[in-house]
């Protein structure tokens, strides 16, 4: 048995912006803007290859917080290093709140995520590849 497929035509009116083809236009930030009205704690965790920013803000009638930002070591030493921020959340306690420093001390920290991240290229590095793409071009 062979069924026919109409397209779907709206009830009503169609509304400007909306239906096949129409793209969001609502701020990204419209939630968190009404969310800090009211009491919350936000946890924001910015990655690249080679930072990591942790912020941990607490608003209830004050906006209280404290955030960390560590940097891959460079050379031939491995690992991160934090240059700016607490070591540790628990020290943060009297203004974040010992709920949220201890919270904040179980979040992992992401060097899986970081590793995958491309690294920012150099312009040596893109004066390379678009020589070999021209090379690769011509033969």
Excluded at 79 to 87: A, F, N, Y
Excluded at 97 to 120: H, I, Q, T, W, Y
Aim: some cysteine; hydrophobic content about 40%.
């Amino acid at each position: 048995m062979q069924q026919q497929l109409q397209a779907a035509t709206p009830a009503g009116p169609q509304i400007p912006g909306t239906g096949p083809g129409a793209e969001a236009n609502t701020p990204a930030v419209a939630g968190y803007e009404r969310a800090m009205s009211e009491c919350s704690a936000t946890i924001t965790m910015h990655v690249t290859h080679d930072a990591v920013i942790v912020a941990a803000v607490l608003n209830m009638g004050q906006h209280r917080g404290a955030s960390q930002r560590w940097e891959r070591r460079r050379g031939s030493g491995q690992g991160w290093r934090l240059v700016e921020g607490p070591r540790l959340w628990t020290d943060e306690e009297e203004r974040i709140s010992p709920e949220l420093s201890d919270f904040m001390e179980g979040v992992s920290f992401p060097f899986a995520l970081a590793n995958m991240l491309p690294r920012k290229s150099s312009a040596a590095a893109a004066e390379a590849i678009a020589q070999a793409a021209q090379e690769v071009a011509h033969g």
